[in-house]
Structures are given as structure tokens and as C-alpha cells.
């Protein structure tokens, strides 16, 4: 099986930056598109950032100039670097990924975590 575990939430000003963490571990052989989805109180989940296997990035409209997402293939890790954080993004962020999950016959799968609170406020 494949896990992934979230860190780096908490409490920030506005104003302020958070890096959030998300690694995975289990049978990976390698892992596709790696992505920060978000839900806030009351609202649906929506993608924050993606990162496919080849570096290329997209983000949501809201936290362009503002958030940056990597990745580090040899941990198994992606980041979520948050800047010049506003009270509209507290939320719960999760992470999610397509993974390629060994042994053979190879399974691909969707992974999510179990998501970090990140709270924006004075």
C-alpha cells in the first residue's frame, strides 16, 4: 500500500508564509501528477497546485504569485510554499497523488492524505 503523510500546518499571520509538507512511502515504483487540493469550512474542495512528473505546474487563480509547489522525486516529497497568506486561505490542505504501486503486475493508483489545518488569522 502507499501512504501519505501531510505536515507543516498551523497558525500564521496574515501577511505570512507556511511551507506544508507531503510524503509518501510504501510500494511506489514512481509517482505521476503530485497536487495540493484545499476545503475550507462550508465550501467543496478545490485544487490549489499540481505538479506533473516533468516539473510542470498549474495553479489555482487565487494563489498565483503567491504559492509555489516542488517536489523532490528521491523523498517522495511535494511542497506547498504559501506566501503572503490571506484569512481566505485557511482550509484544511490536502495532498493527492497518481501513483505507479509495486510489486509487479504494477497498480496505479489515487492517493490522498489525510490533510493539514492551516489557519490564517490575527
Do not use: H
Amino acid at each position: 500500500q502507499v501512504q501519505l503523510v501531510e505536515s507543516g500546518g498551523g497558525l500564521v499571520q496574515p501577511g505570512g508564509s507556511l511551507r506544508v509538507s507531503c510524503a509518501a512511502s510504501g510500494s511506489i515504483f514512481s509517482i505521476n501528477a503530485m497536487g495540493w487540493y484545499r476545503q475550507a469550512p462550508g465550501k467543496q474542495r478545490e485544487l490549489v497546485a499540481a505538479i506533473t512528473s516533468g516539473g510542470s505546474t498549474n495553479y489555482a487563480d487565487s494563489v498565483k504569485g503567491r504559492f509555489t509547489i516542488s517536489r523532490d522525486n528521491a523523498k517522495n516529497t511535494v511542497y506547498l510554499q504559501m506566501n503572503s497568506l490571506k484569512p481566505e486561505d485557511t482550509a484544511v490542505y490536502y495532498c493527492r497523488e497518481t501513483v505507479v504501486a509495486g510489486p509487479t503486475p504494477y497498480r496505479y493508483l489515487e492517493v490522498w492524505g489525510q490533510g493539514t489545518l492551516v489557519t490564517v488569522s490575527s
